[in-house]
């Protein structure tokens, strides 16, 4: 059975696009920790992350690094943390956050609810600065 992520790939469940190319896509985190709380991901499944093949995984890198280039200047914050964690779903991603404080990056406090219009400015303010 595909996982969530295969199903956002393959459009059969909506999601707030950040960026895409032909081997990734970045979206919203639909349970935030903060707002811009961005998931990045292969196209291709692979479970974890340290299964992928080296030229996957840079190319995943590379592209997790240019998203979080653009999620910087969309988002006040100091910097862009980045969390692998994949035990909620069985598909490699990367969790980009904006954060100002260690506590910004907590992910056993309350997540944020944002209405479907507030996820896609901020979607759009990254996309966006990612043009740019």
């Avoid at 707002?35 to 992928?52: C, Q, R, S």
């Avoid at 995943?60 to 969309?74: E, I, N, P």
């Avoid at 988002?75 to 969790?95: A, D, K, N, Q, S």
Wanted: with cysteine; hydrophobic share 45%.
């Amino acid at each position: 059975m595909a996982s969530i992520f295969s199903k956002i790939v393959a459009g059969e469940i909506p999601c707030h696009k950040v960026a895409e190319d032909e081997k990734h896509l970045a979206f919203l985190d639909i349970s935030p920790l903060v707002m811009g709380h961005v998931l990045v991901i292969p196209k291709k499944e692979v479970d974890y992350i340290f299964d992928m093949d080296d030229e996957s995984y840079l190319d995943l890198q590379a592209f997790v690094k240019k998203v979080a280039s653009g999620l910087k200047k969309a988002i006040p914050c100091e910097r862009i943390g980045i969390t692998v964690m994949g035990l909620e779903v069985p598909h490699t991603h990367v969790h980009l956050i904006p954060f100002t404080s260690i506590d910004d990056m907590n992910f056993s406090r309350p997540k944020l609810k944002l209405s479907a219009e507030q996820l896609d400015d901020i979607a759009q303010k990254i996309s966006t600065e990612m043009a740019l």
